[in-house]
């Protein structure tokens, strides 16, 4: 069964290579049945030899005694009983002298005047046999019997009708050929095409994030400015003041300055992250929460977002990054709308269906901007729709908005009063699958014991510094190598190490990545953790299931990780 | 039935005869003699004619060139000597009586020249036809086996 799937398999693959074999299972089709019909031809031609033979040979039998008395009645009788069959055409009955004792000849057809004896003879439609008439090894005569054979024509017109049917049938077999192969040629190209487009979409999707985080730009690079004045102002002021009071005070002010640029540039790395298109079953309010801080400072300070989502909103199933980039698409047209300042507000709620409507998770972005003109509220959609100057708006915004929820299976509303704002609602379908299980725990503050040595690879010699020092005050010690192979060198002569903390992209043969592989394989059991700020870096570490610390990161986060993975 | 076409149409009688003399040796080939009755394969069969011979040259002319199941035919006048050496006997009507002469069980198809002669098959003329009638109870007794196409064309079958 096996190897006819698979000669089957075979043969198909063939088909849909080429027609060529399944014209030639057609001709061969034809072929065949020809050669049946010119065989079955030749057999029912012999059959009527032979039948022909038979009724002259037991014509001959019959007339032995009445041809040896000169019975003519009786010879007439045998004659006339044969001749009633409808193929007869002539019978002839010699004597031992050889002239005719009796015979019958249907439709004028002549008559021998003499007996012959010999081999049958087929011509022009009629066979004629000949049978001696013996008794006990005594001729005593002769009889001939001459039958009607088909015509080529009857012949033919017999077959025509299953001809027909074959003919069609090889027909039909070279065409289901021609179209299968056809069709396979349609799949592939269909197939090759639909690949293209996937690709293109993806291309568009990550176009339409970079020119969301375009428009971005502005924001964060002020906001970084102040970060940066903030902490270079404060780094001043400590230089002048001896007052632990007030350089208590500076140092939170720039640590403050630190984290929230670190967060930010974290929001703007996972954001650009190029990433396929996969729904996930998600927490609108959450999502939304995580984005507030870019959107607070990526809009302009003149502009209020508030948030306004309740607990107990349904999940729902669409992908994440998509959500932010539709959710930042709008803000940035409300910002565009808002150019004296106003107020953004988010809000989400539950939809519930009524009737054959499903439950629904609406999303409402309410700016307090110039609204629409009615005239243009239905082309906003529509790509490359700006209402904005050359060189500040692409019109992708909002069509990008609206291929998200229809690809979401949801939809999209604008609402909108020249002069009193503009609210554009997401609706999404609620989804019945639970959120994904995670784990929130509360940071550890406790300090190791001292006793667990920790190999840092790290290339970056401040990095490296910092890494140690942070690594002394939550309680661990630890040796530096300055490249994987180093590290590698430096288990097997000052080991054991309980941890490896390594870097991701270092100099050398072997990356982060490699390092951690190498160890998988030569000390199992040994914990690695890989630090990176390459956003790329960081989803080849996560696909591989290496815990991962992204750069910058707080010391609190560092021991957190060292605790999970040393647990 | 036809008369035999070879003889002079004009003489009656010798135109019964001359049928006559063609059906002597046509019995042959449906008549099986036993074995023994031969002295080998190739000895000739023997038409007797007892008594006078109403056929003259026609059956010596009949049997030229004639062969029965390989056999030459071979005919014998023997007038009423006893003990004929025959395979046919054709017993005139002046000779019946030597009909009692063969010995029981001798195989010899004896042929007689009139309806209930002392034969086992008997010639007849029926409306001016030469026809015959056969007793197959004769033919028995005399170890001789009789085709049943010959008793088809018989006028009669004694049994």
Known sequence: ?567 | MLAGAAAPAADPVALEYAVKANYLYKFAPFVRWPAGAFEDASSPLRICIAGSDPFGTTLDKAVVGQQVGGRSIVVRRIGTAPRPRCHILFIGRSAEALATEIAPGEPILTVGDRRRAPAMIQFAVVGGRVRFAVDVGAAQRGNIALSSKLLGLAMEVDR
């Open chain 1, 1 to 567: 069964m096996i190897r006819l799937s698979r000669w089957l398999d075979r043969i198909g693959r063939r088909l849909a290579a080429t027609p060529a074999i399944g014209i030639g299972l057609a001709v061969a089709l034809l072929a065949i049945s020809l050669m049946l019909a010119v065989h079955n031809e030749g057999l029912a031609r012999a059959e009527k030899t032979r039948d022909a033979e038979i009724q002259a040979r037991i014509l001959a039998a019959s007339l032995a005694g009445p041809l040896a008395f000169d019975d003519a009645a009786g010879t007439r009788e045998y004659v006339e009983a044969l001749s009633r069959r409808p193929d007869v055409l002539v019978i002839g009955a010699y004597g031992d002298d050889g002239r005719v004792r009796a015979s019958f000849t249907r439709r004028g057809r002549p008559l021998p005047a003499t007996a012959r004896i010999g081999p049958p003879i087929e011509a022009a439609g009629e066979l004629s046999v000949t049978a001696p008439v013996t008794q006990s090894g005594t001729r005593l005569g002769s009889v001939l019997l001459t039958v009607a054979t088909e015509s080529w024509w009857a012949r033919a017109t017999r077959y025509a009708g299953i001809a027909i049917v074959v003919v069609l049938a090889s027909l039909l077999v070279a065409a289901l050929a021609i179209f299968y192969a056809q069709a396979s040629a349609a799949h592939r190209q269909l197939t090759e095409e639909i690949e293209h487009r996937r690709e293109a979409e993806e291309a568009l999707r990550q176009a339409q994030k970079m020119e969301a985080m375009g428009q971005l730009t502005g924001g964060v690079a002020h906001d970084f400015n102040n970060m940066l004045m903030v902490a270079s102002s404060g780094l001043d002021l400590l230089d002048r003041t001896d007052d632990p009071a007030k350089r208590a005070r500076l140092n939170d002010g720039i640590r403050q300055a630190i984290e929230r640029g670190a967060k930010l540039t974290q929001q703007l790395l996972t954001f650009a992250r190029r990433s396929p298109l996969t729904p996930e079953v998600l927490d609108i309010g959450a999502r939304i929460r995580a984005l507030q801080s870019l959107l607070e400072r990526s809009l302009r300070e003149d502009i209020a977002v508030d948030l306004a989502i309740p607990a107990g909103v349904w999940p729902i199933e669409v992908d994440a990054s998509q959500l932010d980039v539709a959710v930042l698409n709008i803000a940035i047209n409300a910002r565009d709308a808002m150019p004296n300042g106003g107020s953004l507000r988010i809000s989400a709620a539950n939809l519930p269906g009524e009737g054959d409507r499903a439950d629904m998770v609406g999303l409402s972005i309410r700016d307090s901007g110039t609204g629409i003109a009615p005239e243009l509220m239905q082309k906003v959609f529509e790509p490359f729709f700006t209402t904005k100057g050359v060189g500040s708006g692409t019109g992708l915004g909002l069509s990008q908005v609206y291929g998200f929820a229809r690809s979401s299976d949801g939809e999209v509303r604008i609402e909108s009063q020249l002069g009193d704002g503009t609210t554009v609602t997401l609706l999404f379908p609620r989804s019945s699958k639970p959120l994904p299980h995670r784990i929130y725990r509360a940071a550890d503050q406790g300090t190791a014991d001292g006793s667990r040595r920790i190999l840092i690879v790290e290339d970056d010699d401040h990095v490296a510094e910092l890494v140690g020092q942070m690594l002394q005050e939550l309680g661990y010690q630890s040796v530096r190598a300055q490249q994987a192979t180093e590290g590698l060198d430096l288990i097997g002569s000052s080991g054991p190490f309980d941890l490896v903390l390594s870097d991701m992209i270092m100099p050398g043969r072997m990356n982060g990545l490699d390092l951690a592989q190498e160890l998988g394989r030569r000390h199992r059991g040994l914990p690695v953790i890989l630090m990176t700020g390459f956003s790329e870096a960081a989803a080849s570490a996560a696909a591989e299931g290496i815990p991962l610390l992204v750069k910058p990161y707080t010391i609190d986060a560092l021991g957190d990780a060292l605790r999970k993975a040393l647990r």
